[in-house]
């Protein structure tokens, strides 16, 4: 009975023991791939600087495909407008084609300015004349300091003069006999003045000569 139990008690432990050793090499099997997987990942895994270069090329495509986009939606905005103002120009009823050349002018503005000097002499230029339409002519409007002339760009002609008339007044001139009398009447008022002053005077002296007279009567 003792060597039974004692066989079975070896025949456990020896079970133990196999169930131990099985349960030690499943376990190193199952960690020698986790070991050897470390080695291939470090030579399969880039560098954090070529990581960090390839994210910052992705991000830059991915900025250059955005900006490639925002000008093609602006190119195709700018050719809707440029054709939508194209039809408005053609439906446009009042349409006028813009000159293809300036008009020709005969008039240089030196000649313009002596015109206006000369119907206005003793002005002073304010500022270079300017080609403007007057009435539907082509005209130069020259500004002096006396007022504002038009003068036709073609022919030279004065097509408003807005410089007010200088008005002269002539003084009457006086005849020989009108000067002598003038002149005559100046004398007598000058020696009627001579006289009333000879007589102030001659008072003067009777009034001081009786004042002296009177003090020598009181002494």
Known sequence: MQKLWTHWLAWALGAFTLV???????????????????????????????????????????????????????????RQIEELSAQLAGSSPGAVDPPSSAPSVVL???????????????????????LVLFQGVLAYEVVLDQG???????TGQILYNGISPVIQVIQPQLSSRETGSQSGSGKKHEEHKEREKKHEEHKEREKKHEEHEEREDDD
């Open 108 to 130: 240089s503005p030196a000649r313009a300015i002596w015109i206006a000097m000369n119907a206005a002499p003793g002005s002073a230029l304010m500022k270079e004349p300017e």
């Open 148 to 154: 504002m002339l038009y003068i036709d760009a073609n």
């Open 20 to 78: 131990i050793l099985g349960a030690v090499v499943g376990q190193a099997m199952r960690l020698e791939p986790t070991a050897a997987q470390p080695v291939v990942e470090a030579t399969a895994t880039p560098s954090p600087d070529a990581s960090l270069k390839m994210l910052l090329q992705a991000r830059e495509q991915a900025y250059q495909q955005l900006i490639a986009e925002a000008n093609t939606r602006l190119e195709q905005a700018y």
